[in-house]
Every structure is written in C-alpha cells, then in structure tokens.
C-alpha cells in the first residue's frame, strides 16, 4: 500500500507540527494518590490488564460528589468502590455471586449511572461472547446516604437488555443524555465483521433503538474512539461519534478516522457538513462511508483503535489518537509501528466544521492514552508508556487553540496498562483524577491533582 501523506480536503485544515518552546499550557498540583485496591486481577494479555482499557466508558466516574470505580480481584469477582469526594475513604462491594474464568483484558467493567432514576449499571466480562450486565436499585447514586451502599442493593447477573438475545457482544460504552436518559452504545460480532448498535434506558426498562454503524456489509468493523453528548446548545445536545475503521481482525488495517452526529439521541445520523445521512435501524451509517471520513490515515501506519475522544463546552470535538508520524514510512507490522507512533490531536471546530490535527512528539508503545477537558475547556491526557512503564499528564491549553502540549508530570517507573480519567470531576470539578493500574496488576491508584490555568 503506498506511504499515507496528509492532504487537504474539505473537511480538512494545515497539519500542525510545531509545538511552542514557552507553553501557556495549564499546570497540575498534585493533591493526593489512594490505593483503590492490592488484589486487583493480574493476568496480562493484549498488552493490558482487564483493569484500566482505554475502551471502558466508564471505569471511574463522578456522579453528585461521589466517586465510583470497578475493577475484577484476583478471585475473579467484579468489585465497585465508592468515596464522597473530595477526600472521603473508598467503600468496596464484592459481587460474589459471578465470578470470571477470564484473563483477557478485553473483558473489562463499565459503570454507567442513570440520572433519571439513580440506578448503577455495570456491564462486563464480553469479548465477543454473551453479555453479562446487573443494575442497583433505583435511588443508589442519586441518593446515596439514604441508600443501602451493599451487595443486596444489585439484582442479579442479566445476559440481555431485552428480549433479544446478545450472545456476540464487545465494548460496552454507557453515556447519559442531558435529559437523564442513559443510552448504551455496543458492537455485535467481530473484529473485522462486526456492527454498532444502541440501547437506551428509562427507568426500569431498557429499549432496543437499533443498529447505528454497519460494518458487516463492508466485511469490517468500527472502532469507536468515542460516543458523547455536548451541551453546548442545551435546547439541542449533540450526540458525537468517531471512529477508526478495521478491514480484518489484524490491527495493521486500522485507517481513517470517521465522524458522525444525531440531533434527536441516535436516531438520525447527519455527516460532518450537517446532511442527514443514516438513520438507526432501517439505514444505518456504513463504517467505511467516504462521506463520513474526515481524516485520512493509511493502513500499516501504527493506528491503535478505540483511543479516547472529548467534547467540550463549546461542542468542539477532540479526539485523541495515536499512530506514525507523516515522515515515517508504512510498516505493517503493528508491534514494530506502535514502538514509533507518537499522540495526535484531532479536532472539529464546531462553527467551521473543520477538523485540524496536531502531531505531539509523545510515545506510548502498546499503551492508550485518555483525553479529557476541563471547565475552561483546556486539554488534559494522561498517557502511559509501556516501555518505561512510566505514566505522563500532558496538558494543552484553548488560548494556543491546543497547540501547545506539553508534559507536566512524569510518574516513578511502576504503572501499566491504559490510564482512565474521572472526565465528569474534571469538567465540573477541575480536578483531574484518574484510574492508574501498577505493573503487576495487583494495585490500583487513583491520583488527583488540581489544575490552574497555563
């Protein structure tokens, strides 16, 4: 295949290159690190561990000043922990009543909290399999001092939403719309074969809406690097997807990165330029639509899927992603192109419609790095490199329109696996505060830190 070389198109802007000698971007203070857990599952496949996948949306999140995390023990058994912020002491539940014969790290536990009716849902254990999903009583986040914070509060483990069947099922991503309603976006089939589809909760029920992203027709599957709403227009939020596409099961054939967005919560899908172009169910988007490519990134150039993807207050879409730099030639064996592939920063101006890109010179190797955004919509990524097995914050700031990333910190060398961020502490809170796996396994930090304008 030949070497990828950036070009301009419509949708596209100047590759941006430089990085400013003298940032302005923000800073962090570091306030505190907890021990989430000392018996966290350590079997190591994928290069990762089933605690900390950049894939888990969410594996720490705040929800009315309380903090929640879940993680699989080394017994097997999913546990949810639970701390009043800002400095309260972790609350664990064991489930003990599944346990998992799993070492694939791709059998992770996503939290999602429905604010319409307080309920936690945990959805877990799923690499191309049968879905195994619980939910709490009504009441557990929303009213969390008068709820009983215990194992008897969670129903027992569910292998459907609905009546249909879900018994080939990987990345479950829970997210909530500004109206409360929570919405679960998560593949069908396989890698290189496989569809999107989406669920939506009311209290106490689930509802399938339908299949969103096709990728079966194509022999391929999307990799999402995200799926979240904006609030930028409270009367209309936006529902934002981006993804990479995958042709086979090999990761050498990630390209592209694709985008899409709904007005009406996944129902109708419109491209880049605002055209409706899909609907849910009946027509869904086809994952390798050229009219939903908004940047183009060859095969054999490193691409890692499933990164990470933020937006912030003012509807702007930033994607993180990671892959070979323009001057390096293709190379088709991924293990090889991660060890050269640097973070690069792709974003969508809402008003324009125009997506620009910013190479930063940070590696990671097999690792993923998390985005996240906070209330003045400066950049954060918390990012590991599983060479040095060292955790880096790196910053960028909205004055420098996010061109002026830089490190900040750099941990002791004994972290592994993907880093996740608390996004909603970070946006409401500015505090940022992540989920950060030890080399081994076995324990979990949560750091936080404060962030000041650069």
């Known amino acids: 295949m030949k070497r990828f070389i950036p070009r301009i198109v419509a949708v596209l802007a100047v590759v941006l290159v430089a990085v400013p000698a003298h940032a302005a971007a923000p800073a962090v203070v570091h306030s505190s690190t907890t021990v989430l857990t000392t018996s966290g599952r350590t079997a190591l ?3 990762g561990y089933m605690n900390g996948e950049s894939f888990q949306q969410d594996g720490i999140v705040t929800f009315d000043d309380w903090q929640y995390s879940a993680f699989w023990d080394q017994g097997g058994y999913v546990n949810l922990s639970r701390r009043r912020l800002p400095s309260g002491p972790w609350s664990n539940l064991r489930l003990t009543d599944y346990v998992t014969t799993s070492t694939d790290s791709h059998n992770t536990i996503s939290i999602g909290i429905a604010p319409s009716d307080g309920t936690i849902h945990l959805a877990f254990d799923t690499h191309s399999s049968q879905l195994r999903y619980r939910r709490s009583v009504a009441g557990l986040a929303t009213a969390p001092a008068g709820a009983a914070w215990s194992t008897g509060s969670f129903g027992t483990v569910q292998t459907r939403l609905t009546g249909a069947a879900m018994d080939v099922v990987t990345y479950p991503q829970f997210f909530a719309h500004p109206d409360g309603t929570l919405q679960l976006a998560i593949r069908t089939g396989y890698s290189g074969t496989g569809d999107e589809v989406l669920y939506e909760y009311r209290p106490g029920v689930w509802t399938y809406v339908g299949e969103f992203i096709d990728g079966t027709t194509a022999g391929n599957n999307a990799y999402l690097f995200g799926i979240e709403y904006d609030n930028a227009d409270p009367a209309t939020p936006l ?4 993804w990479t596409v995958r042709e086979t099961s090999n990761a050498s054939t990630n390209h592209d990165l694709f985008y899409a967005y709904s007005r009406d919560k996944g129902r ?3 491209n880049n330029a605002g055209s409706v172009v899909a609907t849910t169910g009946s027509s869904p988007l086809r994952s390798d639509a050229a009219g939903l490519r908004v940047w183009g990134i060859g095969q054999n150039r ?4 499933q990164e990470s993807q933020v937006v912030d207050a003012a509807g702007v879409v930033h994607v993180l992603a990671s892959h070979l730099p323009a001057s390096a030639a293709d190379n088709g064996d991924f293990t090889a192109a991660r ?3 640097v973070l690069v920063h792709y974003r969508r101006d809402k008003a324009s419609k125009v997506w620009r890109q910013t190479y930063t010179p940070f590696l ?3 690792a993923r790095g998390d985005i996240a955004v906070d209330s003045r919509d400066d950049l954060y990524v918390v990012s590991g490199d599983s060479s040095t097995r060292r955790l880096h914050i790196q910053t960028a700031s ?3 329109g996010w061109t002026d990333w830089v490190i900040r910190y750099t941990s002791p060398a004994i972290y592994y696996s993907d880093p996740l961020i608390d996004h909603q502490r ?5 505090v940022l505060s992540f989920f950060a796996p030890r080399y081994g396994g076995s324990q979990i930090d949560v750091q936080d830190w404060t962030v000041t304008g650069g």
Do not use: C, D, F, M
């Open 45 to 47: 496949t994928y290069t």
């Open 239 to 242: 529902l934002h997807v981006t």
């Open 268 to 270: 109708t899908w419109r």
């Open 302 to 305: 490193g691409l890692i899927n």
């Open 339 to 341: 060890e050269k592939a």
């Open 364 to 366: 990671e190797r097999s």
């Open 398 to 400: 909205k004055a420098s």
């Open 426 to 430: 970070l946006k409401g809170q500015n």
